[in-house]
């Protein structure tokens, strides 16, 4: 048999109906075996070379239909198939004719078989039920001529043939057509959820993005901006503050991603420098095991800046010293930044000012922030961050 090769296109569709055209080659030729064995009984043929002659229509009439299977490009068209059933029904009215009436019913029955793979030809097709009834009682109605007057019981058993493999080949291809109209409703839900993933990763991507340029404009742009606009004295140090500040912008500016490009220890160094440029003291103790998520380092840096900066603008001069805490390993992260300031009453700080806004960032990745303040006692902002369970990273 020749190679299938129409109707590979890649869908799932056009996969079933390839094999569906397979297997009715498949009958097709396997039948045509049956036409040879009427040869076996050549002495009780009354005209013998009439079944030579329906034995190579019939070999003949199979390597054609599996020809216009293999090149036919999708299903199998409904002409190939209705002239493959006509065939059977001449075939059986005039192949019959190579034995006597009395034994037709037993030398010839062979005939049989082959037209049965035509009526699993027509179920399996995309023939219409109406035609292909019409089809298979045609074939049915030919084969009870060619036996008759010889009617006994295995007629009857010939023509349940017809009609179960007709009922068998269409239930076949409907269930095969069935499960790849399902797959590839399956595929294309997927499809769907897939780029509606990418969507929402890239949305969140943006929006973190969007997150933390604001933060760099409230917790590093924004302090020199008051400090110029309080119209005090700039003093060097504050020159090289407000450099370092251009500096960071530009970058974060030129490329979005500088805020996903460093790890936890160098993103507070960088904090501890800026600030260290404004005049504050800081004694650090940076412990990196293992990285969290860029997310989660962007957060926090964020929130140390802005502790820092509430340092500068309310510690008072006391208060200048600062020791900041950072440890992260496989379990989280902890932080903390602690002053010797003026400390404040906690209730006195109303619901979304900057303390609320600014240091509670970590929340929004599943964290958690303490602050422990009193007047005179100075000031502890705690931040803690659990890695979520099997060490992944979030999305």
């Known amino acids: ?159 349940l043939g017809f009609a179960l493999w007709y009922v068998l080949g269409r239930r076949i291809a409907v269930t095969w057509r069935d499960l790849a109209d399902a797959t590839r409703r399956a595929q294309t839900e997927s499809e769907e959820r897939r780029r509606t993933i990418a969507e929402q990763r890239r949305q969140q991507r943006e929006a973190r993005h969007r997150d933390e340029l604001h933060s760099a404009i409230h917790d590093i742009m924004l302090p020199v901006v008051n400090h110029v606009a309080s119209g005090r004295p700039i003093e060097e140090s504050e020159v090289r503050w407000a450099r370092w500040t251009v500096a960071r912008a530009r970058r974060w500016l030129e490329d979005p991603r500088e805020a996903d490009a460093h790890g936890l220890e160098a993103a507070l160094r960088g904090v501890v420098e800026q600030f260290t440029l404004r005049g504050l003291i800081v004694t650090e103790t940076l412990i990196a095991l293992a990285e969290p998520p860029p997310e989660v380092v962007n957060a926090l840096e964020g929130s140390v800046a802005e502790a820092l900066n509430n340092v500068v603008a309310h510690a008072g001069a006391e208060g200048q010293t600062v020791v900041l805490f950072a440890e992260s390993g496989p379990q989280g992260v902890v932080v903390s930044v602690q002053d010797r300031g003026r400390g404040f009453d906690r209730s006195g700080i109303s619901p979304g000012g900057g303390l609320g806004r600014s240091l509670r960032r970590i929340e929004h990745h599943g964290g958690r922030v303490t602050v422990d303040s009193r007047p005179g006692r100075g000031t502890k902002v705690l931040w803690e961050w659990d890695r979520p369970t099997g060490g992944g990273a979030e999305e």
């Open 1 to 159: 048999m020749l190679p299938s090769r129409a109707g590979e296109t890649g869908t799932v569709a056009d996969g079933t109906e390839d094999r569906i055209k397979r297997m009715m080659r498949l009958i097709r030729i396997g039948t045509s075996a049956f036409m040879l064995l009427p040869l076996l009984a050549w002495g009780r043929l009354e005209h013998p070379w009439i079944a030579v002659a329906a034995a190579g229509a019939a070999i003949g009439e199979a390597l054609w239909f599996d020809r216009r299977a293999a090149l036919a490009a999708g299903p199998l068209d409904r002409g190939t198939v209705l002239l493959d059933a006509g065939f059977c029904v001449a075939l059986m009215a005039l192949g019959s004719r190579a034995a006597a009436p009395d034994l037709r019913n037993v030398i010839m029955t062979e005939l049989v078989p082959f037209s049965l793979g035509s009526a699993a030809v027509v179920g399996i097709s995309r023939v219409g039920r109406p035609l292909g009834l019409a089809a298979v009682a045609a074939m049915m109605a030919a084969w009870t001529a060619a036996v008759y007057p010889d009617v006994q019981l295995k007629l009857a058993s010939d023509l």
